[in-house]
Structure formats: structure tokens, C-alpha cells
């Protein structure tokens, strides 16, 4: 017992203590940063981008999208495009994703989440989540995994994944949603009681990323059913995820 003690001791307090102000490494690609005047419509960034996610005239980036590869920074020879280290990257609206050269950090937090006072007043305290890999690399479901580790602790703030959809509040969805997925996906939502939350967790998610043109993917499902949170990364950052949450269901 002494031994263990002295072990926490030792270790002091492991997790990060403010979520919501967490410093990120400056060798994060997060948030774009864009300069027309730079820009002399040379395409190779077109031309390299795997997802589409450019577009020039007025140069813009999606970063529903974006795989943050940073491809199209290291071919640009003007520095027209370039990426922050700001990491909150959630949005309720999908073409708030799209970043032009205007879209500062300040001005995308302004916009990002429009704060409903249902959702503060049903999910505020607690949000359960069940999670849905349709079709994922991993990649993002990996990172899901890490927000209840003892450096994020998601738990402390009363959000969890939970192991079946009908003890969740919501459905958190990964992957570019293939057509083996689609069924299960569907009856996943349909499990899960009113009233529910439908997040979007990645490019693939959010636009099929790397896959949006293959035709094993059905993606009827975000046809039919209402978007809560989009929350841009591949993969995205448990920081990102976690002040996503937060910022829809707290309103901070």
C-alpha cells in the first residue's frame, strides 16, 4: 500500500487540468491561414490536395475535407497557404468549415457552435455517447479512445461512451460510412432514445475524406437524418473532440 502511494506521489496529477485552454504543440495542423495576395493561381496545391479540399478564386480550404496533410503548404511556393496550431475545430453548421483568408482564429470561435438552450438544458451534465467506426481507418476511433485516458479525462466533465446505443444520448460517427456499415449504422440511431445528438467525427465522416469516391460507400444516412457537430481532423485530436463536446452541450 505505501509502495502505491509513494508511486502517486511520484507522479503527481497526470491530467490536463485546463481542457479548455490546453496548449498544443506548434507542429499541429490545425486551423488554415490564407493569403490571396500571395496566391498566383498556380494549381499545384490543386493538383496534390488527395480530398478536393481546395479551391482558388477566392483561395478557400474545407476542412471537412481536409486530411491536414499539409501537402499543399509544402508545394506552394508563394506561402499563400499555411496552417495554426489551433485546434477546435468543431462546428454546428457544415460550411462553416470552409476556411477563407478572413476566417481567423477569433472569427471561426465567434461562428463555430451555435449554442441551443435545449441542448445546454437536456445534455449540459451528462452526455452519453455510443460510437460508430463506419468503416474507419482507426485512425480517429484511436484518438476517441485517448479522450478517456488519465490525460484528457473526458469522464470528469460527464461525457462517456457507453458500449450500446440504447443507454446513449447520441451517436458518434467515424469512418466514410461503406454500404456494409450503412444498415447497422442506421439501426444503431434508430436504438438510441430521443431525445439525440448526431456528431460527425472526421474528414471521412464529414465528407468521405480519401474514399468520397468509391462506390461501396453509402452515405444516404446524413440525407435522412439531422446533423448535431461537425468536428474536422484526420484523425482528430481527443482536444479537439473534447472542447467540441463541451462548447455544444455547456455553451462555453
Excluded at 495576395?37 to 482558388?56: H, I, S
Excluded at 477546435?88 to 462553416?96: A, D, G, H, M, V
Excluded at 480519401?210 to 453509402?218: D, P
Excluded at 481532423?233 to 479537439?240: D, F, I, M, N, S
Amino acid at each position: 500500500m505505501f509502495d502505491t502511494l509513494k508511486s502517486r506521489i511520484y507522479q503527481g496529477n497526470q491530467f490536463i487540468k485546463d481542457i479548455k485552454n490546453a496548449p498544443m504543440r506548434e507542429q499541429f495542423r490545425g486551423l488554415p491561414k490564407l493569403c490571396n495576395a500571395n496566391c498566383n493561381n498556380c494549381k499545384d496545391c490543386l493538383n496534390v490536395c488527395p480530398t478536393g479540399a481546395l479551391k482558388l478564386n477566392p483561395l478557400s480550404i474545407d476542412m471537412g475535407k481536409c486530411t491536414f496533410c499539409g501537402a499543399c503548404k509544402n508545394v506552394c511556393k508563394t506561402g499563400a497557404i499555411d496552417f495554426t496550431n489551433f485546434y477546435k475545430l468543431s462546428t454546428t453548421k457544415r460550411e462553416n468549415l470552409i476556411v477563407t483568408e478572413d476566417m481567423t482564429q477569433e472569427e471561426f470561435s465567434k461562428i463555430a457552435i451555435e449554442v441551443r438552450k435545449e441542448i445546454k438544458r437536456v445534455f449540459g451534465k451528462s452526455l452519453k455517447l455510443r460510437q460508430v467506426s463506419a468503416a474507419g481507418c482507426n485512425g480517429c476511433e484511436m484518438e476517441l479512445n485517448a479522450c478517456s485516458n488519465v490525460n484528457f479525462d473526458m469522464g470528469r466533465f460527464g461525457i462517456d461512451f457507453v458500449a450500446s446505443p440504447r443507454h446513449a444520448d447520441g451517436l458518434v460517427i467515424t469512418g466514410p460510412i461503406s454500404k456494409n456499415m450503412a444498415y447497422a449504422l442506421e439501426d444503431c440511431y434508430k436504438s438510441t432514445p430521443d431525445p439525440k445528438i448526431v456528431v460527425l467525427c472526421g474528414a471521412c465522416a464529414i465528407s468521405g475524406g480519401v474514399f468520397q469516391q468509391s462506390s461501396e460507400l453509402n452515405r444516404e444516412f446524413l440525407e435522412k437524418y439531422p446533423i448535431d457537430l461537425y468536428i474536422a481532423g484526420c484523425p482528430v485530436h481527443p482536444l479537439t473532440f473534447i472542447n467540441g463536446i463541451l462548447g455544444f452541450i455547456q455553451g462555453k
